[in-house]
């Protein structure tokens, strides 16, 4: 049986993906030092936020992050001035990411 080490697993994820060599190389861990400065952004921006969770769907390199918010700050805002409001808040991150997911949402009472 052939071993998954970073070495097998990076031209793969670069031919699939176009990710680079780095990013097939994120050891398990609770959160990855992007994921906790996205987060850390995002909870002094959306303080009223009562669900954060920032995923780095990249393999750990932080090329790309799954972004999911709730906050009273996007009732009656359609979900594109949403993801707007998330953007702005991020925009000196994203300069260096490949991508970007977001979905948002306002708490149900």
């Not at 398990?28 to 009223?48: D, H, N, R």
């Not at 920032?54 to 009732?75: H, P």
């Not at 998330?86 to 997911?101: D, T, Y």
Request: aromatic residues 6%; proline residues 5%; contains cysteine.
């Amino acid at each position: 049986m052939a071993a998954w080490s970073p070495a097998v697993v990076a031209p793969l994820l670069r031919g699939i993906r176009g990710l680079p060599l780095h990013c097939a190389q994120r050891m398990f861990a609770s959160q990855t030092e992007g994921e906790l400065k996205v987060t850390q952004i995002l909870k002094e921006k959306f303080p009223g936020a009562t669900a954060i969770k920032v995923t780095d769907i990249s393999g750990g390199c932080g090329a790309m992050y799954e972004i999911r918010i709730e906050s009273e700050e996007f009732k009656e805002k359609r979900t594109v001035q949403q993801h707007q409001m998330v953007n702005q808040a991020l925009k000196e991150e994203i300069k260096g990411m490949h991508g970007l997911r977001i979905f948002t949402s306002v708490p149900k009472h």
